[in-house]
């Protein structure tokens, strides 16, 4: 049993592709979902799918954490205390009754473990390593820009009148990242203006990362085994820091 979850998870072939396209699927859907039902009101139907994904995010924890090679870093690791934080979410409602759909939005974090499942799906092209840094960064950066999103809608939808759906909170959260600031919507409370400097603060770190991965000069991604420098010209045979000698595997024609 536990070779074949090393394979779905962690293997290479068609099975083991589609199975962690499948799990990229279910963290979409429910991403979606908890953004509608963040602050529904609560009935049988609603406590029935929440036990349903949670019993089923559980199982995913479950598993990776059978296959981990390091079971105490794994359990430790942001992205899996914030899913133990909304499996709790789920199932809170059987002890108090309530809906502690704030705490959802952390599920969000689940989409940077997509993002790395698809760049092991298959090698995108000759300029793989470029590839990657740009996807990664373009990930970080809409994961940065759904959360925050979540958090103001979750946050300030019963307190400010202007902010009334999803879209008004991420239009909100984009003016505040460009800087653009139309001054339309405004965060008046003391959470949400904390929120906004956190919006202007952390974003645009996250946006120049952005244009530096697609506007910097292509390089491979290959750590030196002496002192760890990951970014490598493509035709490097030694590394610029220490001089060591790196193995970069090339098709032969570069």
């Not at 962690?20 to 799918?49: E, H, K």
Request: aromatic letters at 10%; glycine letters at 6%; one cysteine or more.
């Amino acid at each position: 049993m536990k070779s074949l979850l090393e394979n779905l998870y962690e293997g290479h072939s068609h099975r083991a592709r589609l199975f962690r396209t499948c799990l990229l699927g279910f963290d979409i859907l429910t991403i979606a979902y908890f953004l509608f039902t963040a602050a529904a009101d609560l009935d049988v139907s609603l406590v029935a799918l929440d036990l349903g994904v949670g019993l089923v995010i559980l199982a995913d924890v479950a598993a990776r954490t059978w296959i981990a090679q390091n079971r105490l870093q794994f359990l430790w690791s942001m992205t899996t205390i914030c899913d133990l934080i909304v499996i709790a979410s789920l199932f809170a409602p059987l002890i108090t009754g309530s809906n502690l759909g704030f705490l959802r939005v952390l599920r969000m974090l689940r989409l940077v473990r997509g993002f790395r499942i698809l760049e092991r799906l298959d090698s995108l092209s000759t300029d793989v390593a470029l590839n990657i840094r740009v996807i990664r960064a373009a990930a970080n950066l809409l994961v940065f820009i759904f959360i925050v999103t979540s958090l103001i809608w979750v946050w300030e939808h019963d307190r400010n009148e202007n902010i009334a759906t999803y879209l008004d909170a991420l239009y909100f959260t984009i003016t505040t990242l460009t800087t653009t600031g139309f001054g339309d919507i405004t965060l008046t409370d003391r959470t949400g203006r904390l929120l906004s400097i956190g919006v202007m603060i952390f974003g645009v770190g996250f946006f120049l990362n952005l244009l530096q991965a697609i506007f910097r000069p292509s390089k491979v991604e290959i750590p030196c085994p002496r002192c760890g420098l990951r970014l490598h010209d493509h035709d490097a045979s030694h590394c610029k820091h220490c001089g060591s000698v790196v193995y970069i595997e090339t098709e032969g024609n570069t």
